[in-house]
């Protein structure tokens, strides 16, 4: 089944504490990206990748790492979480950059920082 | 003034009713237009790409309006089942390729 997975769904840690969230397609898309979804502010997007090793970043990449090593996985990382970003995020991946290619999203993760 | 602007709503309207939702947006250059549909907290998916000369799925119609730089979704014939946010999602240039700008979304609700 074509998909997107994304690992945690949820999270609740601590201020400071590293984390990684994965993220994985099996459709051999090249283009992949991560988003933030906040109550009345919608989804932001927050880095995303052309290609492998190729990335750049969003409207709000403060605070966030990622890194594109295999065309399948785009995983997230937080090195020192804070509060603000208590988030729903989301992974999607779409065949290319192109005008016309629909994006596939994952199921989403809940992170908590407290 | 924000990219990609939408009516957050909601939007509540009884089964059966027409209801039409509009996007606008700001970049002249934009290319490709969709529209989403986002149920309670879960992922987007796509509900149908808007084309120029406008797109009809079933009950769901989509227009483009490239002078006054909007688009717009019609769903005739509500069904419960219709109740969603739905999102607009805009694809202008950057740097040789496309970005997508999602707006905020239109909340909808169809009751009994």
């Known amino acids: 089944e074509a998909q997107v997975t994304q690992n945690p769904r949820y999270l609740i840690t601590v201020t400071g504490k590293k984390l990684t969230v994965t993220c994985s397609q099996n459709m051999n898309h090249e283009y992949m990206s991560w988003y933030r979804q906040d109550p009345g502010l919608g989804l932001r997007q927050i880095y995303y990748s052309m290609n492998v090793e190729v990335t750049d970043k969003g409207d709000v990449p403060e605070g966030y790492k990622v890194s594109r090593k295999e065309k399948r996985n785009f995983p997230l990382i937080l090195e020192s979480p804070s509060p603000n970003q208590t988030s729903l995020y989301f992974c999607?991946?779409?065949?290319?950059?192109?005008?016309?290619?629909?994006?596939?999203f994952g199921p989403g993760t809940r992170l908590t920082v407290t | 003034r924000k990219e990609v602007e939408q009516d957050p709503g909601p939007f509540n309207v009884p089964e059966g009713a027409t209801v039409a939702f509009n996007c606008t947006y700001s970049n002249s250059a934009s290319q490709s237009f969709f529209w989403y549909r986002q149920d309670c907290r879960k992922e987007p998916k796509l509900l149908m790409s808007v084309y120029s000369s406008g797109n009809e799925d079933g009950r769901f119609t989509a227009q483009l309006n490239r002078a006054s730089q909007y688009i717009s979704l019609l769903i005739r014939d509500s069904k419960l089942s219709d109740s969603a946010t739905y999102l607009c999602?805009?694809?202008?240039?950057?740097?040789?390729?496309?970005?997508?700008?999602f707006g905020r979304g239109t909340s909808l609700i169809v009751h009994p």
């Open positions: 999607a991946s779409a065949k290319g950059a192109g005008m016309t290619y629909e994006q596939y």
């Open positions: 999602v805009v694809t202008s240039p950057s740097g040789g390729s496309y970005i997508p700008t």
